[in-house]
């Protein structure tokens, strides 16, 4: 029990791209950029596996960004035009490119990230991807003129690319949908009919994570205008417990999330969220432990997965390595305690 893994990204190093930012610049380019990522790629595969990880991902060390990653291989977009738009839900401005023709995917997306580490890892290997609700709300749409069309439109082509993912071997899917968290009436209308269009057909696990984001600053800003209970998750559990997904990844430790809102997931596997992303400071085991303990009471030993709030990739790539192993040792230390 208590399976380990990562909502995802982790910290880019010097000599691939710029380091400390979420939207990093890459050092170099071409042939030269595609040889740099996949030693990346490696590289963090080796650091997962020597912490102990058991379900390991790429790192996210092909992408930019996490959405983005994935829009540079979608034709009918001008990435050129860009305009400013307020993005969840005018948390804050971006200058995204914009829908402007069908939607069409120009070739596979993370084919070579995929086949790498199954290449090179026996174990369970993991692709995220951006969910169709996260993707609307950071783009702008000339083309479809409706958010749910827009929506599924993109829903069939992480649907196509996720088929060819279960093909390369990959165990688990996640869809990355921080939206979850902001639009919760539309997650009830269209968001979970969209990632059911995204999942069709698949036979290996399927994971939404959903969480209150990196720890940028726009993110710790409105944080704080959340209060002292944090109850998001309440609103969209009971239809996610009911959908067709096989597991919810959720933001944990150091949030004011009630503990007992997982009881509302039952019947699902639950990603738990033991390792803050939005501080240096290195969890202890006991730390994670108590967090792994605490969710037991409302999630049975068996669903329940320990990992990362969220996604890594602005970190420090040294202390991103020391919670890796702080999040194996506090799962460790949960099992002693819970056998």
Same mark, same amino acid.
């Given at each position: 029990?208590?399976?380990?893994?990562?909502?995802?990204?982790?910290?880019?190093?010097?000599?691939?791209?710029?380091?400390?930012?979420?939207?990093?610049?890459?050092?170099?380019?071409?042939?030269?950029?595609?040889?740099?990522?996949?030693?990346?790629?490696?590289?963090?595969?080796?650091?997962?596996?020597?912490?102990?990880?058991?379900?390991?991902?790429?790192?996210?060390?092909?992408?930019?960004?996490?959405?983005?990653?994935?829009?540079?291989?979608?034709?009918?977009?001008?990435?050129?035009?860009?305009?400013?738009?307020?993005?969840?839900?005018?948390?804050?401005?971006?200058?995204?490119?914009?829908?402007?023709?069908?939607?069409?995917?120009?070739?596979?997306?993370?084919?070579?990230?995929?086949?790498?580490?199954?290449?090179?890892?026996?174990?369970?290997?993991?692709?995220?991807?951006?969910?169709?609700?996260?993707?609307?709300?950071?783009?702008?749409?000339?083309?479809?003129?409706?958010?749910?069309?827009?929506?599924?439109?993109?829903?069939?082509?992480?649907?196509?690319?996720?088929?060819?993912?279960?093909?390369?071997?990959?165990?688990?899917?996640?869809?990355?949908?921080?939206?979850?968290?902001?639009?919760?009436?539309?997650?009830?209308?269209?968001?979970?009919?969209?990632?059911?269009?995204?999942?069709?057909?698949?036979?290996?696990?399927?994971?939404?994570?959903?969480?209150?984001?990196?720890?940028?600053?726009? +993110?710790?800003?409105?944080?704080?205008?959340?209060? =002292?209970?944090? %109850?998001?998750?309440? *609103?969209?559990?009971? /239809?996610? &417990?009911?959908?067709?997904?096989?597991?919810?990844?959720?933001?944990?430790?150091?949030?004011?999330?009630?503990?007992?809102?997982?009881?509302?997931?039952?019947?699902?596997?639950?990603?738990?969220?033991?390792?803050?992303?939005?501080?240096?400071?290195?969890?202890?085991?006991?730390?994670?432990?108590?967090?792994?303990?605490?969710?037991?009471?409302?999630?049975?030993?068996?669903?329940?997965?320990?990992?990362? +709030?969220?996604?890594?990739?602005?970190?420090?790539? =040294?202390?991103? %390595?020391?919670?890796? *192993?702080?999040?194996? /040792?506090? &799962?460790?230390?949960?099992?002693?305690?819970?056998?």
């Amino acid at each position: 029990m208590f399976e380990t893994t990562i909502a995802g990204s982790l910290p880019k190093p010097a000599w691939l791209a710029e380091t400390g930012k979420l939207w990093p610049a890459w050092r170099t380019q071409g042939s030269e950029l595609e040889r740099a990522k996949r030693d990346a790629t490696l590289l963090w595969l080796k650091e997962q596996e020597d912490a102990g990880l058991d379900i390991v991902t790429d790192g996210e060390q092909s992408r930019q960004h996490f959405v983005h990653g994935f829009l540079e291989f979608v034709e009918g977009i001008d990435f050129e035009q860009k305009v400013k738009m307020g993005i969840r839900n005018n948390r804050y401005d971006a200058m995204v490119p914009l829908v402007v023709a069908p939607l069409r995917l120009k070739g596979r997306v993370h084919q070579a990230e995929a086949r790498l580490l199954r290449a090179h890892s026996k174990k369970k290997i993991k692709i995220t991807m951006p969910g169709p609700m996260t993707i609307v709300d950071t783009i702008a749409d000339r083309h479809y003129g409706d958010k749910v069309k827009l929506a599924l439109a993109f829903a069939e082509l992480l649907n196509q690319e996720a088929r060819a993912l279960e093909k390369d071997g990959v165990d688990v899917i996640q869809f990355d949908e921080p939206a979850f968290n902001v639009y919760m009436d539309d997650v009830k209308r269209w968001g979970i009919d969209a990632l059911h269009r995204a999942i069709q057909g698949l036979k290996c696990t399927t994971c939404v994570h959903i969480c209150y984001g990196y720890g940028i600053q726009a +993110n710790l800003d409105w944080k704080k205008t959340l209060g =002292e209970s944090w %109850r998001q998750y309440e *609103e969209i559990f009971p /239809a996610l &417990a009911k959908s067709k997904i096989d597991q919810v990844s959720l933001e944990c430790i150091h949030s004011k999330v009630p503990v007992e809102l997982l009881k509302l997931l039952k019947g699902k596997d639950v990603l738990i969220g033991v390792i803050d992303v939005a501080s240096d400071k290195v969890e202890t085991p006991q730390e994670v432990s108590k967090v792994i303990q605490s969710a037991s009471r409302y999630v049975p030993a068996r669903h329940l997965f320990p990992c990362t +709030n969220c996604g890594m990739a602005p970190m420090d790539r =040294e202390i991103a %390595r020391r919670k890796l *192993e702080a999040l194996v /040792a506090g &799962a460790a230390l949960a099992r002693k305690k819970l056998k």
